[in-house]
């Protein structure tokens, strides 16, 4: 099997009639949308691991918090990997060890291991995505990217968006090992499959190692994504002595990397990306949405099992339809992309979910699960015309050379923005059900705790619907992006 693809003469492979692109598709997606599907997989069974070891709250968190961790640190240097080897032997690479994290995970003897475990499928994971991302914008000329990142769209949040249903149901039937072993065939017949299809679509150049960057990356983002996730863990919240600590770390650590990289001929993660207008939106646009996201996907079930008094599962099942038309719509809203350009799309969409985020800021403890079914809806469809167009229209404006560092800026923000997402919402929702709370005459009676929370809610999507806003000012801005010649020129002009 070669590792490279002859003749050069086409540009993209997609235009090379003696290149299959669609198994090389299909071995990235297949790979992606189970890794991707592990990472809310284990979230329902929290509790469960919390008996079966005999552990506590925070202790079993960090199967969260840790996979996010280490996202957090390797995505970063996604680009550098990109550069370093072949698409073929960082695909085969990357899944391997999810697959042998995985295995770990599925044997665990100890809460100790099954955590070592789950640490080694986010190493796998968090590259997974930059090096897809990449991939596809090698393959497939701009004017036909929307539909195929329609279809990575479709894995980014359909398979996150049904893990927790799915695995209610593995959860009570099979048991909690079954996560993670029903999950291993499909991780080796994506590498089977991988080695057969896959072959190489990116150049290796080998750039120089800058060790200082890695550092400074792994403290910088690993603080920030440490720090957001432990705000929980403490009555102290952000005042929390380590909170404060990562956070400060962490910043610092963010400041002196993006430095460094303005710095290098040679980045590990080249911020020039934020030259591009389109990339910069895009960049603005995606932390908007994926903001908006985590307001419904963490706060929504929170309310649906409190004053709405619904069971875990029946909460999951609410929330399915709009997971499944998310996943349906995506490949649509990318072809819709390729023919109209970005504004078509965004500028409806973004309306549609500026109205919808006011509407949820109006719950209240008696508001039927229809409304809630309804409003779901209509969050994770304009989600699927706003998030993956914007993504596509900023990387559309890079140079070919800057294709793994604008993915890699991207897949980062995921989960920093995750995390940030969580601990910022579940704070505001917290804070203001304690005000209510204390305000209140009688602050343990569960119909006082349930308006309190309800306060919470309200707060927390009123602030999704100012920063849905924003979304809406930034549609109105958007054009269609033409990619930038930039590579053609002399390499000494380039740095």
Same mark, same amino acid.
């Given at each position: 099997?070669?590792?490279?693809?002859? %003749?050069?003469?086409?540009?993209?492979?997609?235009?090379?009639?003696?290149?299959?692109?669609?198994?090389?598709?299909?071995?990235?997606?297949?790979?992606?949308?189970? @890794?991707?599907?592990?990472?809310?997989?284990?979230?329902?069974?929290?509790?469960?691991?919390?008996?079966?070891?005999?552990?506590?709250?925070?202790?079993?968190?960090?199967?969260?918090?840790?996979?996010?961790?280490?996202?957090?640190?390797?995505?970063?240097?996604?680009?550098?990997?990109?550069?370093?080897?072949?698409?073929?032997?960082?695909?085969?690479?990357?899944?391997?060890?999810?697959?042998?994290?995985?295995?770990?995970?599925?044997?665990?003897?100890?809460?100790?291991?099954?955590?070592?475990? !789950?640490?080694?499928? @986010?190493?796998?994971?968090?590259?997974? /995505? %930059?090096?897809?991302?990449?991939?596809?914008?090698?393959?497939?000329?701009?004017?036909?990217?929307?539909?195929?990142?329609?279809?990575?769209?479709?894995?980014?949040?359909?398979?996150?968006?049904?893990?927790?249903?799915?695995?209610?149901?593995?959860?009570?039937?099979?048991?909690?090992?079954?996560?993670?072993?029903?999950?291993?065939?499909?991780?080796?017949?994506?590498?089977?499959?991988?080695?057969?299809?896959?072959?190489?679509?990116?150049?290796?150049?080998?750039?120089?190692?800058?060790?200082?960057?890695?550092?400074?990356?792994?403290?910088?983002?690993?603080?920030?994504?440490?720090?957001?996730?432990?705000?929980?863990?403490?009555?102290?919240?952000?005042?929390?002595?380590?909170?404060?600590?990562?956070?400060?770390?962490?910043?610092?650590?963010?400041?002196?990397?993006?430095? !460094? *990289?303005?710095?290098?001929?040679?980045?590990?993660?080249?911020? !020039?990306?934020?030259?591009?207008? /389109? =990339?910069?939106?895009?960049?603005?646009?995606?932390?908007?949405?994926?903001?908006?996201?985590?307001?419904?996907?963490?706060?929504?079930?929170?309310?649906?099992?409190? %004053?709405?008094?619904?069971?875990?599962?029946?909460?999951?099942? $609410?929330?399915?339809?709009?997971?499944?038309?998310?996943?349906?719509?995506? %490949?649509? /809203?990318?072809?819709?992309?390729?023919?109209?350009?970005?504004?078509?799309?965004?500028?409806?969409?973004?309306?549609?979910?500026?109205?919808?985020?006011?509407?949820?800021?109006?719950?209240?403890?008696?508001?039927?699960?229809?409304?809630?079914?309804?409003? =779901?809806?209509?969050?994770?469809?304009?989600?699927?015309?706003?998030?993956?167009?914007?993504?596509?229209?900023?990387?559309?404006?890079?140079?070919? !050379?800057?294709?793994?560092?604008?993915?890699?800026?991207?897949?980062?923000? *995921?989960?920093?923005?995750?995390?940030?997402?969580?601990?910022?919402?579940?704070?505001?929702?917290?804070?203001?059900?304690?005000? $209510?709370?204390?305000?209140?005459?009688?602050?343990?009676?569960?119909?006082?705790?349930?308006?309190?929370?309800?306060?919470?809610?309200?707060?927390? =999507?009123?602030?999704?619907?100012? /920063?849905?806003?924003? &979304?809406?000012?930034? &549609?109105?801005?958007?054009?269609?992006?033409?990619?930038?010649?930039?590579?053609?020129?002399?390499?000494?002009?380039?740095?």
């Amino acid at each position: 099997m070669q590792d490279t693809v002859e %003749p050069k003469k086409y540009e993209y492979l997609a235009d090379n009639p003696n290149v299959k692109v669609i198994p090389i598709m299909l071995s990235l997606i297949i790979g992606a949308f189970f @890794a991707i599907l592990n990472e809310t997989l284990l979230n329902i069974a929290l509790i469960t691991l919390m008996d079966e070891f005999s552990i506590s709250l925070p202790t079993v968190q960090w199967m969260a918090t840790g996979f996010m961790l280490v996202m957090a640190i390797v995505i970063p240097i996604s680009a550098l990997l990109l550069q370093w080897f072949t698409t073929r032997q960082l695909f085969l690479g990357t899944m391997t060890v999810f697959t042998i994290g995985t295995i770990v995970s599925a044997s665990a003897p100890t809460f100790s291991i099954l955590l070592v475990g !789950r640490l080694i499928q @986010a190493v796998g994971t968090g590259l997974l /995505m %930059p090096i897809i991302f990449n991939v596809f914008l090698l393959i497939y000329p701009p004017e036909r990217r929307g539909k195929v990142m329609g279809l990575i769209g479709l894995v980014i949040m359909f398979a996150p968006a049904i893990g927790p249903t799915l695995s209610g149901v593995i959860v009570e039937y099979f048991g909690w090992r079954y996560l993670f072993i029903l999950v291993i065939p499909f991780a080796l017949f994506s590498i089977a499959f991988g080695y057969k299809h896959l072959v190489n679509v990116s150049e290796v150049t080998k750039p120089k190692i800058d060790v200082i960057s890695l550092v400074l990356s792994t403290l910088g983002f690993g603080g920030i994504v440490y720090g957001f996730s432990s705000v929980g863990e403490s009555a102290d919240g952000f005042a929390s002595v380590n909170v404060l600590s990562a956070l400060i770390v962490g910043v610092i650590g963010v400041v002196l990397f993006v430095l !460094r *990289q303005l710095k290098l001929d040679e980045p590990v993660m080249d911020l !020039r990306v934020f030259r591009y207008p /389109m =990339y910069t939106h895009a960049v603005l646009m995606f932390l908007i949405i994926i903001m908006a996201m985590f307001a419904s996907e963490i706060i929504l079930p929170i309310y649906m099992q409190g %004053p709405l008094a619904l069971t875990a599962a029946t909460a999951g099942l $609410v929330l399915l339809p709009g997971s499944i038309l998310n996943g349906a719509m995506s %490949p649509f /809203m990318g072809a819709l992309f390729d023919k109209f350009g970005p504004r078509v799309l965004m500028i409806p969409a973004t309306i549609v979910l500026s109205g919808t985020m006011f509407m949820m800021s109006r719950l209240t403890v008696d508001t039927p699960v229809l409304v809630v079914v309804i409003g =779901y809806i209509l969050i994770m469809l304009t989600v699927s015309a706003i998030m993956m167009p914007a993504e596509t229209n900023g990387l559309n404006q890079l140079p070919k !050379r800057l294709y793994p560092h604008g993915t890699a800026v991207m897949s980062t923000l *995921q989960p920093v923005g995750g995390a940030i997402g969580v601990s910022v919402f579940i704070s505001i929702l917290n804070a203001r059900q304690m005000k $209510v709370l204390e305000g209140s005459a009688t602050p343990e009676d569960p119909m006082t705790i349930d308006f309190a929370m309800v306060a919470g809610v309200e707060l927390v =999507y009123f602030i999704a619907f100012l /920063m849905s806003i924003v &979304a809406v000012v930034l &549609a109105f801005l958007v054009y269609r992006a033409k990619p930038e010649v930039e590579e053609e020129l002399p390499s000494e002009q380039v740095k």
